[in-house]
């Protein structure tokens, strides 16, 4: 992600009403000229909270939206081609904290005085970035002053190309970080030592290329299934013993929701795609309904004969998202394990279904676009837990029977 820079299409200003916080509102009034400043308020809606009955108020000011324009509901200061007015005229501090952060989360490690930086694949950006290249990933740390230092992982150095202090949206996205950096297993946290290890083991594994994606991913989640807090530090991803187990547990996370959903949800974020054109399949939408539907064919047809040609893209997604794997289900690894692999099944989904509708096989371009929407999937929507397979973290869980049902809009 160190050559990441937004695209300024605009894709991200647009769909929701933006929410902002009370500062960022005020920041904002004070860098605009008197003529935007009257307008600023204008469609603004208020989101509160009902405080608790021993404050002193009823309620308390979660966030401020300011209402979309037009039927695209886009911010009224997006331009029309794509970039920011704000941005443009009076730069990085004038933006609300969201627009500087987007697409990344900053978490904050408060005991280790670190700040690491999470870059969400629903971005277009982001995915390209995936498809840029076939090296595998490596982490990278900037230092406090001005330099790289090395990390665990690997490190190169920062070239003024690349993010790093000279860059005010880097330099922004470090001081807005707040979320604490929390990593848990079974509810006990883990040591930076401890997360340090597991997150090494796993991007390692699962940047192998010399077996399917799947099977790295496998590996994983059998290694995440047996781990304990005293095992963590000797954690080793090991190809689980019964592999067809894991290939059903891998085709219910493939096949866990109804197709109208999948296309409903692809629908809501075609403005997040531009590695292929949406359009037509959206207008016309017998066929990827029917690839959606019959997932097995599709994924026999348009990505298993073409799987080693996709082990990069797909390799450097997992080794991503395994790297940051706490930013799920609130630090708890293994159920964050799991939920990577259906995000990563639901992505085989698209994919089958997108490269069957345009009759071509699963590329760079159509696992871009497949990646985002699996992703937009599950930001956006909320799944009953029983209604999903787990694996690494099926103990204690309901019966696969039950985990399979399929979700419904
Ligand atoms: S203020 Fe600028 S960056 Fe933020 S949503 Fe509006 S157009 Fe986009």
Redesign the pocket.
């Known amino acids: 992600m160190l050559r990441y820079r937004c695209n300024q299409k ?1 894709c ?2 647009r769909g929701w009403d ?1 929410p902002f916080k009370l500062d960022d509102f005020i920041r ?1 009034y004070e860098y605009l000229p008197e003529a935007d400043r009257a307008e600023l308020g204008a469609g603004l809606k208020l989101v509160v909270d009902e405080a608790a009955p021993e404050e002193s108020v009823d309620l308390i000011l979660k966030s401020l939206k ?1 209402a979309g324009v037009g039927e695209d509901r ?6 029309g081609d794509g970039g ?4 443009a005229q009076h730069g990085i501090p004038a ?2 904290d ?2 500087v952060n987007f697409p990344a989360v900053g978490f904050r490690d408060e005991q280790a005085d670190v700040v690491e930086l999470y870059w969400d694949p629903v971005c277009p950006e982001v995915v390209r970035i995936f498809a840029e290249n076939e090296s595998t990933l490596t982490m990278h740390s900037i230092d406090a002053g001005t330099s790289s230092a090395p990390t665990s992982i690997a490190a190169q150095a920062t070239s003024p190309d690349e993010m790093g202090w000279h860059d005010a949206g880097f330099a922004q996205r470090v001081a807005n970080a707040r979320e604490p950096l929390r990593a848990h297993l079974g509810g006990i946290a883990l040591s930076r030592a401890q997360l340090l290890h597991l997150r090494q083991a796993s991007v390692q594994t699962l940047g192998d290329r010399g077996r399917a994606t799947w099977e790295s991913l496998a590996a994983v989640l059998n290694g995440f299934r047996s781990l304990t807090i005293e095992r963590a530090l000797s954690f080793t991803p090991q190809e689980p013993e019964d592999l067809e187990a894991f290939q059903r547990y891998l085709g219910a996370c493939i096949g866990a929701h109804g197709a109208p959903l999948l296309f409903w949800s692809l629908r809501k974020m075609e403005r997040l795609v531009f590695a292929i054109d949406l359009a037509p399949l959206l207008a016309n939408p017998k066929q990827l309904l029917a690839a959606l539907e019959n997932w097995g064919d599709a994924l026999d047809g348009a990505y298993f004969a073409h799987e080693q040609s996709l082990r990069p893209i797909f390799s450097r997604y997992l080794q991503h998202r395994f790297a940051m794997l706490y930013v799920n289900q609130e630090g708890e690894l293994r159920e964050a394990a799991d939920t990577v692999a259906l995000i990563f099944g639901t992505a085989l989904r698209y994919a089958g279904a997108l490269a069957t509708a345009l009759e071509r096989p699963v590329d760079d371009a159509v696992a871009q676009a497949a990646i985002s929407a699996a992703e937009y999937l599950y930001r956006s929507l909320q799944f009953d837990a029983e209604s999903l397979p787990w694996y690494a973290s099926a103990e204690g869980r309901p019966p696969r029977e039950k985990a399979q049902a399929p979700v419904q809009p």
């Not at 886009?74 to 331009?79: A, G, S």
């Not at 920011?84 to 941005?87: G, I, L, S």
Request: aromatic share 4%; proline share 5%.
């Open positions: 605009g991200c200003c933006i904002l300011l886009h911010c009224r200061f997006v331009e920011c007015r704000v941005h933006l609300p969201i627009c």
